[in-house]
């Protein structure tokens, strides 16, 4: 089955600077990538999601990479904030189901 | 607009009671899913439907069974709880089975002494 691996596990960056989060997965048939973002005591929310036809996707401060090649795709945080603060999961659908990492605490230093 | 009800929000139970968690989604979804997120682990799938009328084991079923009621609503089973079945369980529901982005519940912190 599928296999997403996440990295780093816990991360630390200046408010204003940007974070990065990888994540790899194994099954060539995934083909939607959702990221979630759950604040402590919360449920996780999706807060961007790509395609296996795009490389790439933004939404304001929030970018996305995906190399299907490689079987890489990536989440780019730019101009951090305190209310970025948070776990960060990586997924990967193959078919019916969608298969999380194990998560990247995101801590966000004033 | 509810999204996606569970309950209850918390529970305790004694090692070998059973309980069944309920999970309802009014979005029209038709799929729905049961994970448990344990310290470190991440999110891991229990079951899920992919439509109504459909079940199928995740990534860690054993001890749990579901129901796909309707539509609307998915629950999740501990016939015997044990202590390493101590977790938080979020439901969660897409329009689309693997194609389209989870809304989730607000959880169920069960813990089994």
């Known amino acids: 089955g599928e296999n997403v691996e996440q990295h780093p596990s816990t991360l630390s960056v200046q408010e204003g600077d940007s974070a990065v989060i990888k994540c790899t997965y194994s099954?060539?048939?995934?083909?939607?990538f959702p990221w979630y973002k759950q604040e402590l005591g919360k449920r996780p929310q999706l807060i961007i999601d790509i395609r296996s036809n795009v490389g790439e996707k933004k939404d304001q401060r929030i970018a996305v990479t995906l190399n299907k090649t490689a079987k890489h795709f990536s989440l780019h945080i730019t101009e951090t904030q305190p209310e970025d603060s948070a776990v960060y999961f990586c997924a990967a659908s193959p078919y019916d189901k969608i298969i999380f990492g194990k998560g990247t605490r995101l801590h966000i230093l004033p | 607009n509810a999204g996606v009800t569970q309950t209850p929000k918390f529970q305790v139970l004694k090692t070998g009671q059973s309980m069944t968690l309920q999970c309802a989604q009014d979005m029209n979804h038709n799929s729905m899913y049961w994970y448990r997120q344990d310290p470190g682990m991440g999110l891991r799938l229990i079951y899920y439907?992919?439509?109504?009328?459909?079940?199928d084991k995740g990534e860690v079923p054993n001890g749990y069974n579901v129901s796909r009621l309707n539509k609307r609503e998915f629950s999740l089973r501990l016939e015997s709880a044990a202590p390493s079945q101590t977790s938080v369980y979020f439901c969660?529901?897409?329009?689309?089975?693997?194609?389209?982005?989870?809304?989730f519940g607000s959880g169920t912190r069960l813990t089994v002494v």
């Open positions: 439907s992919a439509s109504e009328g459909t079940t």
């Open positions: 099954d060539s048939a995934s083909n939607y």
């Open positions: 969660a529901s897409s329009q689309s089975a693997g194609t389209s982005g989870y809304t």
